[in-house]
């Protein structure tokens, strides 16, 4: 994932995300996958907040997100979830898809490039976040 400007940009995680993110990381299962390897990338390189002082308009576990595909002008509306929540036909994407850890603390308006299944290249520009939940 990139930006155009070819770095990756910089995100926001909540304590609580981040906690229940690292607890999933630690399971034997999942630790040494390469969609967990990506995701502990990221959140390395994730500035952690508390919840009740995340800003409007970033992406947290279970926000439904509203982004476009700049290239394809295609709109999608995808919720980021678990990976036993994950559903396709809903548009629930698990946080370890490409997508799903790609989104993960993105705001609004900051743009990702990402290859989709079949190598089609997609940017996909955030253009809203909903249902953001504050534990």
């Known amino acids: 994932m990139s930006t155009s400007s070819g770095l990756p940009p910089s995100i926001i995680v909540s304590s609580h995300d981040m906690d229940r993110l690292d607890a999933m990381l630690d399971a034997p299962a999942v630790s040494q996958t390469p969609a967990a390897q990506a995701l502990a990338k990221e959140l390395n390189r994730a500035t952690v907040v508390a919840p009740d002082e995340m800003p ?71 253009t809203a976040v909903h249902n953001q939940p504050h534990p």
Do not use: F
Not at 68 to 95: C, F
């Open 56 to 126: 409007d308009g970033i992406v947290m576990m279970h926000s439904r997100v509203e982004c476009e595909d700049e290239l394809q002008n295609e709109k999608h509306v995808l919720t980021l979830v678990y990976p036993r929540e994950a559903d396709v036909e809903q548009g629930k994407v698990s946080i370890l898809a490409p997508v799903g850890t790609a989104l993960l603390g993105l705001a609004v308006g900051q743009t990702m490039d990402w290859d989709a299944p079949g190598g089609r290249k997609l940017r996909l520009r955030v």
